[in-house]
């Protein structure tokens, strides 16, 4: 079987509600199995406000608005009405992106009919419970994570470092790599602009500590927050730059006194912000990939990032930027500090992470993984 003429049903617990790396990988992927000749039907959740239009044929699915994250929603268990729609579709796979209600539901569809399921992992949900007090739902989210995604033919992941995390906690036996492209039409180091800058009331000598990313707690706001405290005490000169919005931006203001706040930004906009910035800080552990860190080394940024899933197979320490122990606040200051000291050091750094990120082609990646649908299909049909 060829990419064209394959039918895949997707679902997605945030297609296009809001704007984050999990559903514009899944939108770009999309985009690139119709512009070859494939249909794809995307099973998701819906709001009155989209941030974009959605790529491929978009089938709201019950859902819940989620408490305290309100521009999230739930997925619930898929009604009949949905099932008769997947089977008048008559997918070839069925590609479920969170482990929810609706994805167990199709799961438990596709494998009454002998079909294949697919499952990419976008972030580690497990890890959110602990910044919002409530770490005793860890270990119940990691089992009902193993439940669905031990049942799948599949499991793809952006990054080497968590498909190892993913292979030790027994997730799967086939455990593949969808990474992430970068577009170099919006992320460049030509993008960097003084001019900006100075509308912000950042001087042209000031270093640009930036923060990339949804404000929400489990981006590591507090590890920024102890960070930034630590440079003050040491009276390291410097500029916070946040770029983005979210629920978590008033409580972030008040770790960050001083930091200038540039709102959502998208498009070249984004790339102008991003390229604008001296040095980005993400103190991330959730990530399966990084996107930010991949869109700053575009840039010719160096990245100071938690040694954790996603960063490390991004991040050369040492040569694109530092990887630091996760929530280590001093030594996240260390790093920070010595990039405040040493253009040369940020300039050198920051030319070695744009030269490794032209190793991140949006066409080649989900070539790949078309190629990973197509061989769970045939795989399937010759077991038949």
């Not at 974009?52 to 009405?81: C, K, N, W």
């Not at 989210?141 to 995604?149: D, G, Q, S």
């Not at 033919?153 to 593949?176: F, H, K, Q, W, Y």
């Amino acid at each position: 079987m060829e990419i064209a003429g394959l039918r895949i049903a997707l679902f997605s617990g945030n297609y296009n509600m809001t704007t984050d790396g999990a559903n514009r990988a899944l939108n770009r992927l999309v985009e690139y199995l119709q512009r070859h000749g494939a249909t794809v039907r995307v099973y998701s959740p819906v709001n009155d406000r989209p941030a974009f239009a959605p790529q491929g044929t978009l089938v709201p699915v019950p859902s819940l608005p989620i408490p305290g994250r309100s521009e999230y929603r739930m997925p619930l268990p898929l009604p009949d009405a949905a099932l008769a729609d997947m089977a008048r579709f008559d997918p070839h796979l069925v590609h479920i992106s969170s482990p929810d209600f609706a994805a167990w539901s199709a799961l438990k569809w596709a494998r009454a009919r002998g079909l294949p399921v697919l499952a990419s992992v976008h972030t580690r949900f497990d890890t959110y419970p602990r910044y919002y007090r409530m770490g005793f739902l860890e270990g119940p989210l990691k089992a009902i994570t193993r439940k669905v995604y031990s049942r799948c033919d599949a499991l793809v992941t952006p990054s080497e470092s968590m498909a190892e995390v993913l292979r030790e906690e027994r997730m799967n036996e086939d455990i593949g790599i969808w990474s992430r492209g970068v577009d170099r039409t919006i992320f460049s180091a030509d993008r960097r602009s003084l001019e900006w800058r100075r509308s912000l009331g950042i001087a042209d000598g000031e270093v640009a500590v930036g923060f990339l990313g949804r404000l929400v707690m489990e981006k590591g706001l507090d590890v920024f927050g102890a960070c930034v405290a630590e440079l003050a005490r040491r009276g390291v000169a410097h500029r916070v730059l946040v770029v983005g919005e979210g629920p978590a931006r008033d409580a972030f203001a008040q770790l960050v006194p001083g930091a200038v706040f540039a709102g959502f930004q998208s498009g070249t906009d984004l790339g102008r912000a991003v390229a604008s910035m001296d040095v980005l800080l993400n103190p991330s552990v959730t990530e399966t990939f990084g996107n930010v860190t991949l869109e700053a080394m575009a840039c010719g940024v160096p990245v100071v990032a938690a040694r954790a899933t996603g960063s490390t197979s991004l991040v050369l320490d040492g040569e694109t930027g530092r990887l630091v122990p996760p929530g280590d606040a001093t030594a996240f200051a260390d790093a920070v500090a010595a990039y405040v000291a040493d253009p040369a050091l940020r300039q050198a750094h920051g030319a070695a992470g744009e030269a490794r990120s032209r190793g991140y082609s949006w066409d080649a990646i989900n070539g790949a993984m078309a190629e990973v649908y197509l061989r769970l299909v045939n795989r399937r049909r010759g077991s038949a």
